[in-house]
DNA sequence: ACACTAAATTATAAGAATTACAATGTAATA
DNA sequence: TATTACATTGTAATTCTTATAATTTAGTGT
């Protein structure tokens, strides 16, 4: 299903003016079957292997495209590097505050926010984002182990 | 009543061991009168006629004392600079995605999702971010401008 | 298969936001 | 008023991201 995923976005660049090069497919292949949330230097790092001459400024150009194809999205959390994930549906993410852990959470889209909100401000809305923030099962049951 | 708040923090600052400084002050100040979600950049510029000699660093220091202390919130977003928000009740963001202007829009918490998130992953929730994208009222009748 | 052209990659430099550091200054306390 | 720990300042360093120019290459038509 990665694979289905992967093929459907793939075909979807190519009806636009993308080409597909190497790099790109590998980036891309990565970001669909990685679970991680990578950052830009991750994803280098990850590829650096199979692609030893590539650059850093590869990886930002092409998320950048996929980005524009609404196939990739950005994470922009306090730390200073932006994540990226392939868009999949409504889910939402909810992050460790103390190791920074990113986990999945399916939920339903909010559209009823979107909608008063729409009512209320006049703006047209586009899309909305959402994370939950909090400690994760590790972190907690660190915190709970007494130090004698 | 930004004044009361003012008070407030000011206060719960004291009970720990933060000092208060006149810059300190005068940052908190600008924090809790300003409707704007200024950049440190902003903040900087904006007390630059009071404080001549203040250092950047100074409004970054604070910034991560007043977050620490949970005063102020960090806005990310994709562009370069965070922004700052001293923190009040109940109310999020709708951005606007031509201009960047944030508008802010009551709405109760999302305590369900929450309570939902906390059961399906088991991590102890702490907070949640919630905002909504899309085009303003502006930005949407200058688009409908016809340019003969 | 070959050549063409626009797009992509590479390497590097530049830019911008944020943080680190050492020296100096100052708020809170006794 | 003296003391001390915290704050500020100025600057350098770091980090992330973007811009640029030269080279390479994917996709297309012949």
Redesign the pocket.
């Known amino acids: 299903m990665t694979n289905e995923r992967l093929q459907h976005a793939v075909e979807s660049l190519?009806k636009t003016?993308?080409?597909?090069?190497?790099?790109?497919h590998a980036i891309l292949e990565f970001l669909f079957e990685t679970m991680t949330h990578p950052?830009?230097?991750e994803i280098y790092k990850a590829l650096e292997g199979k692609?030893p001459?590539?650059?850093?400024?590869?990886v930002?150009?092409?998320l950048?495209?996929f980005k524009e194809a609404g196939i990739v999205k950005e994470l922009t959390y306090g730390d200073?590097?932006?994540r990226f994930d392939s868009i999949t549906n409504n889910h939402y993410h909810i992050i460790c505050n103390d190791c920074g852990k990113i986990v999945d959470f399916h939920y339903p889209a909010l559209d009823e926010v979107e909608t008063l909100a729409e009512h209320v401000t006049n703006f047209e809305v586009k899309s909305h984002r959402m994370e939950i923030y909090g400690k994760c099962p590790q972190c907690r049951s660190e915190q709970n182990v007494v130090h004698s």
């Open positions: 190519k003016k993308v080409r597909m090069t190497p790099q790109r950052t830009a230097d692609f001459n590539m650059s850093v400024a590869t930002y150009n092409n950048r495209v200073s590097s932006s």
